[in-house]
């Protein structure tokens, strides 16, 4: 040790306008000293093997890609555990060292120092999650032709993400000592994945909070036909950052966390963060799901409600067929499925006209359109125009499907809506003309039932979906219909098609 | 008088630390020995503002450290090294100094040259980008008495700070003491008489949590002489003084 003679000077003091600087270093020294940036990449591995490398195999669409991501919130899923025992690391760092007397006998309040190291903690978590948030949109969106990602989801993402820092960090905090990351680390496991079995089975109410509820809230053709609707995300990040702010709030309580005015403030900011929370909840219990999503009444904006203009691309496999442009990859499967059952109506009495895509619409409650309108497909006008609300079909790719179920879903909708009016099961003669025209569509007789089963209108007698068959009478009549020749097919119906749909033939009647 | 105590006293549980110490002390180095469990980390602790007394009146740098608002001055104006010295391993010394400048509301532009020259007092100049993971006991030390003095306070308590440190260093670190001692007062808890005979200019003795001597070294020295047990004539009065505290 040596010694040097410094200059006899007075304390310094500090000038007002130097305290921030002072925070906005120590926030510099936090940020280089904090643990987060060190499970990061640990993170981004599960994240690419839980949630990116599953979206990357979808349709090409931001709604069924981020459907997965932040729909059933794993991204959040992902980072939680991780954030949380990490954070409560952090929390906990001054108990864990014996550094209470060392920082109490400083200047700053204790609770400031707190909040110097509970900041770092937070922007390298929600730093890394938009990075990676940042990169994996950038890389999926790659494939993706039409509109933009959702931003408040992501946003409702970052929030979800700086609560679960804040509350592991005051855990910590609060509770010193090597255990608590792993403690808060399961604890944060274990919230998620409780919220995600609610997702699955809750309908509404304040389980709408959650970010791993998809219902209502993601999906159908949100971000296609109409904008993506923020109330529900909205109302997640004013959640979440209500708890985060609580819980950072909760440290500056105690005696030793600072003077009078601080704890004070403290107590303002926790009741503040509660408050809002709280609301948030409330607000959560007012939702309800219209056609374009959850809709939240005190947040909600009437111009969201406006449909997104686009130009349709069209094929024409006997009548015109337009498509919105994000589904432009799927225009040879649609004109591949139609062409068949076209061919087939073209001339008859409420033969489609025409055929376009139409809006998917929401079928939680009372919101899908009567008659399955927005949900299958269905004829109406005058001449008839096939409304076909492709979102709400199993797109090749997604949810096990392929381009061959694609199609025969679409043939099966297709000549149902021609058929069978109102979107009902329809009476055996029904069943028995859909049955023919499907198999001289390309679906054979046997293989039906088990396309009939992705459809609303699966066999009653089904049991396991490929183990279903038509009754006896039914199947009869549509070996022997099918049997005949298309120009005495097509007469017949011409003849009788009024009379079948008003439901006034029997099986036995069929030629 | 920048330390006056009177009456002070501190109680956990049933068991009580401090029992009503009164003592004055202005600028000068104040030696305070005493064997384990005498008190002395308690009285220190309530002088760094950190322990609330149970009882009596405690004033530091002329202000009552019960408010909160004196409690900031005499803070912004202490400097505290405790027995058990808590440090972030990540740290390096600089950034270990730096936080606790910060953390001090030390002006932010005289923050660095302040953290370099406490640095260089405590002989850690070589060792400034060093992890404090990787530093011995005796470095640790001094990057704790660095972090004390990094804004020249007026007081000064220094809880074992020769504990690890090696003859060499003990020899430096009495120096800037002595220095410090010129302009501010320096309480120094320790168990080494020799660090009391050669950087004192008074010494206190506690004993179960009273103050049982309280003089220069010269008069501890003198109540040594033909009673005390020890090697050295500091070691000869400070047995004395306890023997005859605890007769």
Known sequence: ?511 | MNVELTGLTRKFGRTQAVAGVTLEAGPGVFGLLGPNGAGKTSLLRMMATVLPPTSGTLRLLGRDPGGYGPRREIRRRLGYLPQTLGYYPGFTVYDFVEYFALLKDMPPGQVPRAVATAIEQVGLGDKARVKLRTLSGGMLRRAGIAQAIVNRPELLLLDEPTAGLDPEQRVAFRALLREFGQRATVVVSTHLVEDVAAACSEVSLMDSGRLVFHGTPGELIARGEGHGVGDAPLERGYSAVLAAARS
Request: positive net charge; aromatic residues 8%; hydrophobic residues 50%.
């Open chain 1, 1 to 511: 040790m040596t010694v040097t003679s410094a200059p006899a000077r007075a304390t310094p003091r500090q000038a007002p306008q130097a305290a921030p600087r002072n925070m906005a270093r120590l926030l510099w020294v936090e940020l280089r000293h904090n643990a987060m940036p060190l499970v990061l990449p640990l993170i981004a591995v599960i994240f690419w093997f839980d949630s990116y490398r599953i979206a990357a195999t979808l349709p090409p669409m931001w709604v069924v890609r981020l459907y997965y991501i932040l729909g059933q919130g794993h991204a959040l899923v992902d980072f939680a555990p991780f954030v949380a025992g990490v954070a409560a690391w952090m929390g906990s760092r001054d108990g864990r060292h014996g550094m209470g007397d060392l920082v109490t006998a400083t200047v700053r309040p204790r609770w400031e120092a707190q909040l110097a190291t509970w900041a770092a903690t937070v922007i390298w978590a929600v730093g890394g999650y938009l990075v990676l948030m940042a990169v994996t949109l950038a890389l999926l969106g790659r494939a993706v032709a039409w509109g933009g990602p959702p931003w408040w989801p992501v946003a409702a993402g970052a929030a979800g993400i700086a609560a679960f820092a804040s509350l592991g960090f005051a855990l910590g905090a609060c509770f010193p000592s090597r255990f608590i990351a792993p403690v808060a680390a399961f604890g944060g496991l274990f919230a998620m994945g409780t919220a995600s079995r609610i997702g699955f089975s809750a309908a509404g109410g304040w389980a709408l909070i959650l970010p791993t509820m998809s219902n209502g809230n993601f999906g159908q053709d949100a971000g296609i036909f109409y904008p993506w609707l923020p109330d529900l995300p909205i109302d997640r990040v004013v959640f979440a950052a209500g708890v985060a702010v609580a819980a950072v709030g909760l440290l500056g309580l105690p005696v030793s966390a600072g003077g009078p005015r601080l704890r004070r403030s403290a107590a303002v900011v926790t009741a503040t963060g509660a408050a809002a929370a709280v609301a948030a909840i409330a607000l959560a219990f007012t939702a309800y799901v219209g056609h374009d999503g959850t809709v939240i009444p005190a947040l909600h904006d009437a111009a969201s409600d406006r449909p997104i203009p686009y130009a349709p691309v069209c094929g024409h496999p006997g009548i015109p067929v337009c498509l919105q442009p994000a589904y432009r990859p799927y225009l040879p499967d649609v004109t591949a499925a139609l062409r068949p059952v076209i061919s087939q109506v073209t001339g008859l009495p409420g033969a489609p006209a025409r055929a376009r895509q139409v809006a998917a619409l929401f079928a939680a409650g009372s919101a899908a359109g009567p008659n399955g309108v927005g949900q299958i497909l269905t004829l109406s006008g005058n001449p008839p125009a096939l409304s076909m609300p492709l979102g709400a079909i199993a797109l090749p790719r997604s949810f096990g499907a392929d381009s061959a179920s694609f199609i025969g879903q679409l043939k099966v909708e297709a000549v149902h809506a021609f058929v069978i009016p109102g979107g009902s099961y329809g009476d055996p003669a029904q069943q028995a003309v859909e049955a023919a025209l499907l198999q001289n569509a390309g679906i054979p007789l046997a293989t039906q039932p088990s396309v009939l089963g992705a459809t609303p209108w699966p066999l009653m007698n089904g049991g396991p979906r490929t183990a279903g068959r038509y009754p006896q009478p039914v199947a009869a009549a549509a070996r022997r219909f099918a049997a005949l020749p298309a120009a005495t097919r097509h007469a017949w119906l011409a003849a009788h098609m009024p009379a079948l749909r008003a439901g006034q033939l029997t099986p036995g009647q069929l030629p």
